[in-house]
């Protein structure tokens, strides 16, 4: 079993700065990619930025310019910190990680909780 624990969420002023973290664990053979997604109420989640092995990262089309994410591999961690933040930015942010778990043959997908985000005066 792979658990993914976020942190950093919360009430933050327009044009602020958030730090989201997410660190994974159990039962962890390999992870090819960790991930920050978001999802606002009626509508589909979206990427915020994805950084795979070999140094590949990918952001969002909604924060690009605006957005950070560096993993650590040893330690199963991704961190992402979004800039000059907007009230189009509140949302649920879910950390997710592509998991090859211990005894298994395949890599999975395994999602975190959740975390609200609130951009407000």
């Known amino acids: 079993q792979v658990q993914l624990v976020e942190s950093g969420g919360g009430l933050v002023q327009p044009g602020g700065s958030l730090r989201l973290s997410c660190v994974a664990s159990g039962s962890i053979f390999s992870i090819s990619a960790m991930a920050w997604y978001r999802q606002i109420p009626g509508k589909l989640r979206q990427l915020v930025a994805a950084a795979h092995d070999g140094g590949r990262i990918h952001y969002g089309d909604s924060v690009k310019g605006r957005v950070t994410i560096s993993r650590n591999k040893n330690n199963h961690t991704v961190v992402v910190q979004i800039d000059n933040l907007k009230p189009d930015d509140t949302a649920v942010y879910y950390c997710?990680?592509?998991?090859?778990?211990?005894?298994?043959?395949?890599?999975?997908?395994?999602w975190g909780q959740g975390i609200q985000v609130t951009v407000s005066s």
């Open positions: 997710n990680a592509d998991v090859m778990a211990d005894g298994d043959n395949m890599f999975r997908y395994v």
